[in-house]
């Protein structure tokens, strides 16, 4: 491992040596052994396809059919967005805000700046266009609450399956899988791997 600069221990505010790690390798404090840096978690390509691939599920999302409701002799359908402005006319709006919040706009957004920065790494690597976008998704992350929605939806969906017949749309699974791939991002879009792909893409012929 090689020194480049000094950093500060997050746990004892220790000042460290700044260390480049390799594959499998963790960077640690010497005085309390907080974990301070590690290699990038897979391929920057490896990122840079799932976040292509969740921008095309939240436009399918946010574009077709959640489910539909069959009663009797009548059918009704609704989008996310749709459902939410169903709570706006019905004064519920103040769920009506968070439904558009965290399950339309955060999770669109979140995925837009993770594959955003991804591009910015992979084709221009400059920490100028690196970091605000970073700074911003730190913020962000806490309001994307697709999995929270789902688990709603679920329980709503089991209290009246037997009092009307249920059709899972595209946008349904779509959010499913926005879920996983949500997941998957999050676990390789964070600081230290960002700024080792950058690095490695600055250093490169």
Known sequence: ?????????????AVCEQLSVGPGE?????????????????????????GLTGCVL???????????????????????VGAALDMWHHDMRLVALLVLVTTVVAPAVQIGLQTYLLWQV????????????????HHLRPWSMAEVFMLGLLVS??????????????????CVAVIFIGAALN????????WAWHRDRADAP
């Open 122 to 137: 992979r084709t221009q690597p400059d920490w100028r266009a690196v970091s605000p976008p970073l700074r911003w998704l």
């Open 1 to 13: 491992m090689s020194g480049s600069g000094v950093t500060l221990c997050h746990d004892c505010d």
């Open 58 to 80: 939240v436009v399918v999302l946010n574009a077709f059919p959640l489910l539909s409701l069959k009663f009797q002799s009548a059918e009704r359908e609704t989008t996310l």
């Open 157 to 174: 969906l089991v209290k009246v399956r037997d009092l009307a017949d249920i059709v899972l749309g595209p946008a349904f699974w779509s």
């Open 187 to 194: 676990a390789r879009v964070d600081a230290d791997s960002v």
């Open 26 to 50: 963790i960077g640690r404090c010497p005085r309390c052994r907080a974990s301070l840096i590690e290699a990038p978690r897979g391929q920057l390509d490896t990122a840079l396809a799932l």
